[in-house]
Structures are given as C-alpha cells and as structure tokens.
C-alpha cells in the first residue's frame, strides 16, 4: 500500500514520488527535472489484484482513504466503490480535458471522432464497453472509411478511456489492447522536372502559380502555405520561417528563384504590413486567402495533363526531388519539420529502397 504522486519525463521515464522528492528528483536518464502530477495516487492489492487510484491534489485526503481502505480490507468489508460511468459523463469530462490541454487542431480531431463515436456507444456505461464490442465498430467503420480515419476514432477512445481510469470512473481500462488496423503505406505521388516547370507554367491565378511554387522549392503544407505572412518571410537570411502542424518551427533557405518570385509578389502587394498575409483574401486583407475547394488547381492539373495529383502531393515532390540532388536524409527531415529523420526515411521508404539500389549497384561495379 502507498501513497505517492507520478513523475514523468518526456523521454517516457516514470516514477512514484513523495512530496518531499518533488523538486530534486531528475530523470536518470536525460537529467531533466520530471513532471509531477497534481494529484495523489493510491495504490493496494486485494486478492492478488492491484488498485491504483487517483483521489485529488490533498496528500491527508489520499492517507485518509488509503487507512479506511486499509480497514476494509482487514475487516472483510472491501468491495468495488467505482459507480459505472454513462458514455455521456465520460465524454462531458473528455471534452473538458481536451479543451484544456490540447491544440485547437487535436480538439477538433477529437471532436470529429467523437461524433462517430457517440452513436454507438452512448447507450452503454464505460463498464460495459467491450473490446468485442470496439471490434464490431472497427469492421463496420472500415467498410466505410480508411484505416487511418478509423484509427484516429480508435486513439480518442483509448485516450478517453485512459483518462476515465486516472480520474476513477473505472477501475480497469478494458481498451488498452485494443489494437488498431494496420494503415496503407504513405502516399507519395511526385512529379518529374519537367511536369513540375508545365504545371507552374499553365496555372492561371498568380497566386496559385506562387503557391505551387512554394511548395515545389520548400515542401510547406497547403495549410502551411496559405497562412505565411510576410514577416516569415526574411531576404536579409534568405530564409522562410514556418511552425509545422506539430508546432515545431522550421527554417528554409530559399532558392534563388523562389527568391525572385517572392520579391516580386511583395513589390506588386497593395498590403505592406509586415503582419500582412502573402496571400490576403481580396474581402479583407485582415485575413488569410481562404482555399475551399482544389478547383483552381485541378484545372492546371488537367492543362498540364498530370493525372492523379494532389496539391499535398506537391510536398512529396519537393522531398523526391531534394533527396536525389542531396541524399541528405537529416536535412530533409529538418526542412520538413519531422521530429526525427526515422520518420522521414519511414514516410519516404520508397528513397531509401532506391538509396540502397544506387549503393548495391556501386558495390556491384567495385567488385574484384
């Protein structure tokens, strides 16, 4: 039996602490100061099964409901105090959470998923939600969308089930095996040299022929593109600077043709604050051009006569392109704004597979 807080570090160390340990302890690993939680945790074993269970940010709350647990169990009047929980009040608490600890952008996922959630769910207490149950959602929410989207919905139940457990609303978190599908491999559409210079030739709107250029020189998502300022843009360093949607802030140097392009967008601009938005929405230039549908670029698709080509697709183009003039898998992975280079070589296997057929073919003609 024990009464303690958790500390954790972001390289995924955890321990049990008191309050005394709280400001000296450091992670053994990378000597960072761990995180302590708010609230105090207790923890018992009856019958071979252990219970941990948070009870709230006073450590004489949680001694005090350790000791009578202590007396329940010693007098033979222990038994399961966690009332079942409606669908409705763990979700009412979710939202809570997320809104609070989350980016605008996760809540809006989680919200998404939500929505498909509820209606199969809602009917039932957390207790009763199955893993057999989760299953038959799986297969049925396949047949409709990707693998990824259903496990996006499969992430925002396991997290609300998660925190249901922290927050004692459940004493066993049936959804933690749960096991999510298997995704198809990473779409990763490019285009040759020469589709790249046609396609930015035939597109009509100057905006839009800036944009793809963009893309093409620096492998910055749409979202990403369509909300620069000018002020992230620097002539002085060359550089345009950029948070990423994980909100790690990048840096690309420009090409000098982006350089000469980008020059004489902001010469032509009637808006010159350097709050400004490189692409201002001609209604109010206070806000960002808004792109509600792919029209514009799917027309110079067809112009060009590229087939099957996304605007995102434009992204991979860039990296294609960049890695086989450099073969610079760190650099890419800092343009693109990936928290590691696995992840980049991850996404982009079909390079690597292609790095190591260049390397065996250079084995191959060095040989004896």
């Given at each position: 039996?024990?009464?303690?807080?958790?500390?954790?570090?972001?390289?995924?160390?955890?321990k049990?602490?008191?309050?005394?340990?709280?400001i000296k302890?450091?992670?053994?690993?990378?000597?960072?100061?761990l995180?302590?939680?708010?609230?105090?945790?207790?923890?018992?074993?009856?019958?071979?099964?252990?219970?941990?269970?948070?009870v709230?940010?006073?450590?004489?709350?949680?001694?005090?409901?350790?000791?009578?647990?202590?007396?329940?169990?010693?007098?033979?009047?222990?038994?399961?105090?966690?009332?079942d929980?409606?669908?409705?009040?763990?979700?009412?608490?979710?939202?809570?959470?997320?809104?609070?600890?989350?980016?605008?952008?996760?809540?809006?996922?989680?919200?998404?998923?939500?929505?498909?959630?509820?209606?199969?769910?809602?009917?039932?207490?957390l207790?009763?939600?199955?893993?057999?149950?989760?299953?038959a959602f799986?297969?049925?929410?396949?047949?409709?969308?990707?693998?990824?989207s259903?496990?996006?919905?499969?992430?925002?139940?396991?997290?609300?089930?998660?925190?249901?457990?922290?927050?004692?609303?459940?004493?066993?978190?049936?959804?933690?095996?749960?096991?999510?599908?298997?995704?198809?491999?990473?779409?990763?559409?490019?285009?040759?040299?020469?589709?790249?210079?046609?396609?930015?030739?035939?597109?009509?709107?100057?905006?839009?022929?800036?944009?793809?250029?963009?893309?093409?020189?620096?492998?910055?998502?749409?979202?990403?593109?369509?909300?620069?300022?000018?002020?992230?843009?620097d002539f002085?360093?060359?550089t345009?600077?950029?948070?990423?949607?994980?909100?790690?802030?990048?840096?690309?140097?420009?090409?000098?043709?982006?350089?000469?392009?980008?020059?004489?967008?902001?010469?032509?601009?009637?808006?010159?604050?350097?709050?400004?938005?490189?692409?201002?929405?001609?209604?109010?230039?206070?806000?960002?051009?808004?792109?509600?549908?792919?029209?514009?670029?799917?027309?110079?698709?067809?112009?060009?006569?590229?087939?099957?080509?996304?605007?995102?697709?434009?992204?991979?183009?860039f990296?294609?392109?960049?890695?086989?003039?450099?073969?610079?898998?760190?650099?890419?992975?800092?343009?693109?704004?990936?928290?590691?280079?696995?992840v980049?070589?991850?996404?982009?296997?079909?390079?690597?597979d292609?790095?190591?057929?260049?390397?065996?073919?250079?084995?191959?003609?060095?040989?004896?």
């Amino acid at each position: 039996m024990a009464v303690y807080k958790v500390g954790k570090c972001r390289c995924g160390y955890k321990k049990n602490v008191s309050g005394k340990e709280e400001i000296k302890i450091k992670c053994p690993s990378c000597g960072e100061a761990l995180s302590i939680s708010e609230s105090w945790y207790i923890s018992y074993t009856v019958n071979g099964k252990k219970y941990v269970k948070a009870v709230g940010h006073s450590k004489r709350m949680a001694e005090d409901a350790l000791a009578k647990v202590r007396v329940d169990i010693r007098e033979g009047r222990f038994f399961d105090r966690v009332k079942d929980t409606t669908w409705e009040k763990a979700v009412t608490s979710f939202r809570q959470w997320i809104v609070n600890n989350c980016k605008p952008k996760t809540v809006l996922m989680y919200e998404n998923s939500l929505r498909v959630l509820t209606p199969y769910f809602e009917k039932y207490t957390l207790n009763k939600i199955t893993p057999q149950m989760v299953e038959a959602f799986k297969a049925e929410r396949s047949a409709q969308v990707t693998n990824s989207s259903v496990n996006r919905d499969l992430a925002t139940l396991k997290r609300l089930f998660s925190l249901a457990e922290e927050w004692g609303m459940i004493e066993v978190n049936k959804m933690r095996k749960v096991k999510k599908l298997k995704e198809n491999p990473a779409r990763t559409r490019s285009l040759t040299e020469n589709e790249v210079n046609k396609l930015i030739e035939v597109c009509g709107p100057e905006w839009l022929k800036l944009a793809v250029l963009i893309a093409v020189e620096t492998g910055l998502r749409k979202s990403a593109i369509f909300t620069l300022r000018r002020s992230d843009v620097d002539f002085t360093k060359n550089t345009i600077e950029k948070r990423t949607k994980g909100d790690k802030k990048v840096r690309i140097p420009m090409t000098q043709r982006l350089r000469s392009a980008l020059q004489e967008h902001l010469a032509n601009q009637k808006v010159t604050s350097k709050e400004g938005y490189l692409f201002p929405s001609p209604a109010n230039p206070s806000r960002p051009l808004r792109i509600d549908s792919d029209t514009s670029f799917k027309n110079a698709c067809k112009k060009a006569g590229i087939k099957d080509f996304r605007f995102h697709d434009l992204r991979h183009t860039f990296a294609t392109r960049f890695y086989h003039r450099t073969k610079d898998w760190k650099a890419l992975q800092e343009i693109l704004g990936h928290s590691d280079v696995s992840v980049t070589m991850r996404v982009y296997t079909h390079l690597q597979d292609e790095h190591l057929k260049e390397a065996m073919k250079k084995f191959e003609g060095a040989g004896p």
